[in-house]
C-alpha cells in the first residue's frame, strides 16, 4: 500500500536512492537471456511461420510459390489479416519506446498525440489503397505506378524516396530495439544489432509476403497480451487511477531544492546531481499549471504536429503499406485499413497512459538521455515486475522488430526486384529469376540492417531525433503521391520538381531554424522540436503547394485512368485476385466511398475535435483522469479481441479444409455427412 511518505520522497524505499539513471550501466538481466530471445525466438518464428506456410501448401488450396504470389500473398488477403498486418506493420519500436518517452516530457497529451499523429495516415491510406484495386490492379509496387503514369525521371526520383523511407524505419527499429535489448540484459548493442534481422531473414526469404502476414499475426497477438498485462498492473493490480492521478499532482509541486534533495547522493541538496529537465521532477513548461494532467501543452501540441507530418511520409512513401494494400481483396482493402488504424491506435495510447505517465508518477531516477533512447517502458516494467517485467518488454519490442523488419524487408526486395532489376537490367525476366533476386535482395538487405543502425548510434543520433527528422527526408513525397492516385492533372514534371523542391527547401529551413535559435548548428539544435517542426511542415506543404502551382499554371495535364492498369505488366500469368469478381465497378466505387467518408470523419474526430473537447478541462480533474483512462484500457482491450479474433473466424472454412486434410478423422465419411444432412431436412420439414 502506498502511504504519504511515498508521495513526499518517492525514491525512498524503491532502492534508488542516490542513483544517477535508472540502468545505471548495469542490466537487470542477465546476458543470456538476450541471447536467448534474440536468436532462440527468431529461429522459434522462422520455423513456426515456414511449417504453417508448407502445412497450408501441402494440406490446404495454396498453390506453389510463384513470384507474384511470393510478392502479392496471391491479392486475396481477408480484412482481419489485412487489419493485423496493418497493426504489426506500423508497430514499429518507437511505437513502443517513443510514446512512453513523450508521456515522461508532455504527459497526458504525449500519448494521445502520438496515436491520433499516427493513426490517421493508416485511415486515409485506405482511400489510396482502394484507389489502386480500382486504377492498377496488377501493380506489385508504387513505383510501377509512379513509372507507368509519370515516367522515368519520375521513377527515379520516387525510388530515392521510397529507399529512403525503408532505410530510416529499419534503421530506427534496431537503433531503439539494440539500445533495449543492451539495457536491460548488457547485450552490445551492436552485436544485437546485427543479429536480431536474422530471426527476420529465413521466414520472409521462404514464405515470401504469405509468411510475413502469417508472422504479423502471431507478433500482434503477443504485443497485445503483453499491453494489456501492462495495463493491469499499473491501473488495477499495483495502483489506481486516483493514485497515479496524486502521485502526477505531486511531481509538478516539487520545488528547485525539493528536487534536489530528491536526486541526491546523500539527501542534501549540497549532494544533488539534479540538472532541471534531466529528470521529471516540478512543473512542465508549456503545460496548463504545468501539469502533466492536462492536454493543454504547448510541446504536446508540436509533437503532435511533427507526429503528423512526419507519419505521412512513413506510410505513403513506404512500399510495405502500398504491398498490403495490393495483397488484400478489394472490399478488405478499405476496411483493413480502417479496422487496422483503429486498433493500432490503442498500442501507443493504451501503453503510454500506463507505462509512461506511471514513470513521472512515480519519479524514477529516468534520465532524459534514457527516455530519449526509448528506455522508459523497460525501466517502469522493471520497476513493477522485476526481471519478469524486463522481459515482456524485451519480447514484446522483438516482436515488434521483426515484424515490422519482415514487411520491410519484402518491400526492399520488391522494389529492387521489379523497380530495378526488371525495369533496367532484365526486361524480360522470368518469374523464377525474379523471385530469386526477390530471395537474395532480402538476405543481403538483412545482414546490412544492422550496419544503419549502428551508423546512426555513433553519429551520436537517438531514437526521438531521428523519429522527428524522418519527415524532413520523406515528407516531401507524400502529396505528390497522393495525387498520382487521385488528381487526373497532376503533372508528371510538376511531381518530380516538388519532391526535389520540397526535400531541399525543408533542409535548408531546419539547418537555418537551427541557427537562428541557437546560434549554432548542432545535433541538439537540430533536434528542438521548433526546428524540426519547420522542417517537416516546409516539406510536406512546400512541395504540395509547388505541385498544385506546376500542374495547373505550368504543365497542365487531364490524365485518363483508364490506361494506367495496362501499362502495368504482369510476370506469370497469375489472375489471382483479379477476377471478375474482385474488379466489380460497384464493389470499387461503393468500397471508395465507404472509406473516404469514414476515413475523413475519424481524422477529424481524432486530430480535431477530440483535442478541442479536452481543452475546456484544462488540468484534469480526479473523474475526468479516471474516465480518460478508463478509455486507453477500453480501447486496449477491445483492441487485442478484434485483432486476436477477426482473423481466425475470417479463416474457419481454411482452416477446416486444412485441418480435415492433415487428420481424415476429424472430417465425417461420406455416409454419415449424408445422414446428417437428412437428419437437418427431417428437422426442418418437422419444423
Not at 369 to 377: I, K
Given at each position: 500500500?502506498?502511504?504519504?511518505?511515498?508521495?513526499?520522497?518517492?525514491?525512498?524505499?524503491?532502492?534508488?536512492?542516490?542513483?544517477?539513471?535508472?540502468?545505471?550501466?548495469?542490466?537487470?538481466?542477465d546476458?543470456?537471456?538476450?541471447?536467448?530471445?534474440?536468436?532462440?525466438?527468431?529461429?522459434?518464428?522462422?520455423?513456426?511461420?515456414?511449417?504453417?506456410?508448407?502445412?497450408?501448401?501441402?494440406?490446404?488450396?495454396?498453390?506453389?510459390?510463384?513470384?507474384?504470389?511470393f510478392?502479392t500473398a496471391?491479392?486475396?488477403?481477408?480484412?482481419?489479416?489485412?487489419?493485423?498486418v496493418?497493426?504489426?506493420?506500423?508497430?514499429?519500436?518507437?511505437?513502443?519506446?517513443?510514446?512512453?518517452?513523450?508521456?515522461?516530457k508532455?504527459?497526458?497529451?504525449?500519448?494521445?498525440?502520438?496515436?491520433?499523429?499516427?493513426?490517421?495516415?493508416?485511415?486515409?491510406?485506405?482511400?489510396?489503397?482502394?484507389?489502386?484495386?480500382?486504377?492498377?490492379?496488377?501493380?506489385?509496387?508504387?513505383?510501377?505506378?509512379?513509372n507507368?503514369?509519370?515516367?522515368?525521371?519520375?521513377?527515379?526520383?520516387?525510388?530515392f524516396?521510397g529507399f529512403?523511407?525503408?532505410?530510416?524505419?529499419?534503421?530506427?527499429?534496431?537503433?531503439?530495439?539494440?539500445?533495449?535489448?543492451?539495457?536491460?540484459?548488457g547485450?552490445?548493442?551492436?552485436?544485437?544489432?546485427?543479429?536480431?534481422?536474422?530471426?527476420?531473414?529465413?521466414?520472409?526469404?521462404?514464405?515470401g509476403?504469405?509468411?510475413?502476414?502469417?508472422?504479423?499475426?502471431?507478433?500482434?497477438?503477443?504485443?497485445?497480451?503483453?499491453?494489456?498485462?501492462?495495463i493491469?498492473?499499473?491501473?488495477?493490480?499495483?495502483?489506481?487511477?486516483?493514485?497515479?492521478?496524486?502521485?502526477?499532482?505531486?511531481?509538478?509541486?516539487?520545488?528547485?531544492?525539493?528536487?534536489?534533495?530528491?536526486y541526491?547522493?546523500?539527501?542534501?541538496?549540497?549532494?544533488?546531481?539534479?540538472?532541471?529537465?534531466?529528470?521529471?521532477?516540478g512543473?512542465i513548461?508549456?503545460?496548463?499549471?504545468?501539469?502533466?494532467?492536462?492536454?493543454?501543452?504547448s510541446?504536446?501540441?508540436?509533437?503532435?504536429?511533427?507526429?503528423i507530418?512526419?507519419?505521412?511520409?512513413?506510410?505513403?512513401?513506404?512500399?510495405?503499406?502500398?504491398q498490403?494494400?495490393?495483397?488484400?481483396?478489394?472490399?478488405?482493402?478499405?476496411?483493413?485499413y480502417?479496422?487496422?488504424?483503429?486498433?493500432?491506435?490503442?498500442?501507443?495510447?493504451?501503453?503510454?497512459?500506463?507505462?509512461?505517465?506511471?514513470?513521472?508518477?512515480?519519479?524514477?531516477?529516468?534520465?532524459a538521455?534514457?527516455?530519449?533512447?526509448?528506455?522508459?517502458?523497460p525501466?517502469?516494467?522493471?520497476?513493477?515486475?522485476?526481471?519478469?517485467?524486463?522481459v515482456?518488454?524485451?519480447?514484446?519490442?522483438?516482436?515488434?522488430?521483426?515484424?515490422?523488419?519482415s514487411?520491410?524487408?519484402?518491400?526492399?526486395?520488391s522494389?529492387?526486384?521489379y523497380?530495378?532489376?526488371?525495369?533496367?537490367i532484365?526486361?524480360?525476366?522470368?518469374?523464377?529469376?525474379?523471385?530469386?533476386?526477390?530471395?537474395?535482395?532480402?538476405?543481403?538487405?538483412?545482414?546490412?540492417?544492422?550496419?544503419?543502425?549502428?551508423?546512426?548510434?555513433?553519429?551520436g543520433?537517438?531514437?526521438?531525433?531521428?523519429?522527428?527528422?524522418?519527415?524532413?527526408?520523406?515528407?516531401?513525397?507524400?502529396?505528390?503521391?497522393?495525387?498520382?492516385?487521385?488528381?487526373?492533372?497532376?503533372?508528371?514534371t510538376?511531381?518530380?520538381?516538388?519532391?526535389?523542391?520540397?526535400?531541399?527547401?525543408?533542409?535548408?529551413?531546419?539547418?537555418?531554424?537551427?541557427?537562428?535559435?541557437?546560434?549554432e548548428?548542432?545535433?541538439?539544435?537540430?533536434?528542438?522540436?521548433?526546428?524540426?517542426?519547420?522542417?517537416?511542415?516546409?516539406?510536406?506543404?512546400?512541395?504540395?503547394?509547388i505541385?498544385?502551382?506546376?500542374?495547373?499554371?505550368?504543365?497542365?495535364?487531364?490524365?485518363?485512368?483508364?490506361?494506367?492498369?495496362?501499362?502495368?505488366?504482369?510476370?506469370?500469368?497469375?489472375?489471382?485476385?483479379?477476377?471478375?469478381?474482385?474488379?466489380?465497378?460497384?464493389?470499387?466505387?461503393?468500397?471508395?466511398?465507404?472509406?473516404?467518408?469514414?476515413g475523413?470523419?475519424?481524422?477529424?474526430?481524432?486530430?480535431?475535435?477530440?483535442?478541442?473537447?479536452?481543452?475546456?478541462?484544462?488540468?484534469?480533474s480526479?473523474?475526468?483522469?479516471?474516465?480518460?483512462?478508463?478509455?486507453?484500457?477500453?480501447?486496449?482491450?477491445?483492441?487485442?479481441i478484434?485483432?486476436?479474433?477477426l482473423?481466425?473466424?475470417?479463416?474457419?472454412?481454411?482452416?477446416?479444409?486444412?485441418?480435415?486434410?492433415?487428420?481424415p478423422?476429424?472430417?465425417?465419411?461420406?455416409?454419415?455427412?449424408?445422414?446428417?444432412?437428412?437428419?437437418?431436412d427431417?428437422e426442418?420439414?418437422?419444423?
Open positions: 500500500m502506498t502511504t504519504m511518505t511515498d508521495i513526499v520522497r518517492p525514491l525512498t524505499g524503491y532502492g534508488y536512492e542516490g542513483q544517477k539513471s535508472f540502468f545505471g550501466g548495469e542490466a537487470p538481466l546476458e543470456w537471456i538476450g541471447y536467448l530471445v534474440v536468436l532462440g525466438f527468431g529461429a522459434l518464428f522462422s520455423i513456426l511461420t515456414s511449417a504453417i506456410v508448407m502445412i497450408g501448401k501441402v494440406y490446404g488450396t495454396s498453390s506453389g510459390m510463384t513470384s507474384e504470389h510478392n496471391g491479392r486475396m488477403v481477408k480484412t482481419g489479416l489485412t487489419a493485423s496493418i497493426v504489426s506493420q506500423w508497430t514499429w519500436a518507437a511505437t513502443l519506446l517513443q510514446s512512453s518517452n513523450v508521456a515522461w508532455y504527459g497526458v497529451s504525449g500519448p494521445f498525440w502520438y496515436a491520433s499523429g499516427a493513426t490517421i495516415q493508416v485511415l486515409l491510406f485506405g482511400v489510396l489503397a482502394i484507389s489502386l484495386k480500382t486504377v492498377a490492379p496488377r501493380a506489385h509496387t508504387f513505383l510501377e505506378i509512379v507507368a503514369r509519370w515516367g522515368k525521371p519520375a521513377h527515379l526520383t520516387f525510388m524516396f529512403a523511407a525503408n532505410i530510416i524505419v529499419t534503421s530506427m527499429l534496431l537503433l531503439g530495439g539494440a539500445a533495449t535489448v543492451e539495457a536491460l540484459t547485450m552490445d548493442y551492436r552485436l544485437a544489432s546485427f543479429l536480431i534481422p536474422w530471426g527476420v531473414i529465413f521466414y520472409t526469404s521462404v514464405g509476403l504469405h509468411a510475413t502476414f502469417l508472422a504479423s499475426y502471431i507478433h500482434t497477438v503477443i504485443i497485445f497480451m503483453v499491453l494489456i498485462t501492462m493491469l498492473m499499473v491501473y488495477i493490480k499495483i495502483y489506481s487511477t486516483d493514485q497515479i492521478y496524486d502521485f502526477l499532482d505531486h511531481t509538478v509541486t516539487r520545488t528547485l531544492d525539493e528536487c534536489k534533495t530528491i541526491s547522493t546523500d539527501g542534501t541538496v549540497e549532494g544533488t546531481f539534479y540538472e532541471p529537465g534531466k529528470y521529471a521532477c512543473e513548461d508549456g503545460n496548463a499549471e504545468g501539469s502533466y494532467l492536462t492536454m493543454v501543452s510541446g504536446g501540441l508540436m509533437f503532435g504536429i511533427i507526429n507530418v512526419g507519419n505521412f511520409g512513413t506510410v505513403f512513401v513506404d512500399q510495405s503499406y502500398w498490403s494494400a495490393i495483397a488484400a481483396q478489394p472490399a478488405s482493402a478499405a476496411k483493413g480502417l479496422l487496422g488504424g483503429i486498433c493500432w491506435f490503442a498500442i501507443p495510447f493504451s501503453l503510454a497512459t500506463s507505462l509512461g505517465l506511471a514513470s513521472t508518477a512515480l519519479m524514477l531516477p529516468i534520465t538521455d534514457e527516455a530519449g533512447r526509448g528506455l522508459v517502458p525501466a517502469v516494467a522493471t520497476h513493477l515486475l522485476g526481471d519478469t517485467g524486463a515482456l518488454i524485451l519480447v514484446m519490442l522483438f516482436m515488434a522488430i521483426v515484424s515490422t523488419g514487411a520491410e524487408s519484402i518491400a526492399v526486395s522494389l529492387v526486384s523497380d530495378i532489376y526488371r525495369q533496367y532484365n526486361p524480360e525476366a522470368t518469374g523464377a529469376q525474379i523471385l530469386k533476386v526477390s530471395r537474395v535482395v532480402i538476405v543481403l538487405f538483412g545482414l546490412i540492417m544492422g550496419g544503419l543502425s549502428i551508423l546512426l548510434y555513433e553519429m543520433l537517438n531514437l526521438g531525433w531521428v523519429y522527428l527528422f524522418m519527415g524532413i527526408v520523406i515528407g516531401s513525397a507524400v502529396m505528390p503521391l497522393w495525387f498520382m492516385m487521385t488528381w487526373s492533372k497532376a503533372s508528371g510538376g511531381a518530380v520538381v516538388a519532391a526535389w523542391s520540397g526535400f531541399i527547401l525543408a533542409l535548408i529551413g531546419w539547418i537555418a531554424g537551427a541557427h537562428i535559435q541557437s546560434g548548428v548542432t545535433i541538439a539544435s537540430l533536434g528542438t522540436d521548433e526546428v524540426m517542426l519547420s522542417g517537416n511542415l516546409i516539406a510536406i506543404l512546400g512541395s504540395g503547394f505541385h498544385i502551382v506546376w500542374s495547373l499554371l505550368i504543365d497542365p495535364t487531364d490524365y485518363d485512368f483508364a490506361e494506367l492498369n495496362g501499362k502495368i505488366r504482369l510476370v506469370e500469368q497469375d489472375m489471382s485476385g483479379l477476377g471478375e469478381e474482385q474488379q466489380d465497378a460497384k464493389l470499387l466505387a461503393d468500397s471508395h466511398r465507404w472509406i473516404t467518408r469514414r475523413y470523419i475519424l481524422s477529424f474526430v481524432l486530430i480535431i475535435l477530440w483535442p478541442i473537447l479536452s481543452v475546456p478541462a484544462g488540468k484534469f480526479r473523474n475526468y483522469f479516471a474516465f480518460w483512462v478508463l478509455v486507453a484500457i477500453a480501447w486496449g482491450f477491445g483492441s487485442a478484434i485483432i486476436t479474433v482473423p481466425i473466424a475470417e479463416s474457419q472454412d481454411e482452416l477446416g479444409t486444412i485441418l480435415s486434410a492433415m487428420f478423422f476429424l472430417a465425417p465419411d461420406e455416409k454419415t455427412e449424408k445422414k446428417l444432412m437428412a437428419d437437418n427431417d426442418g420439414e418437422a419444423a
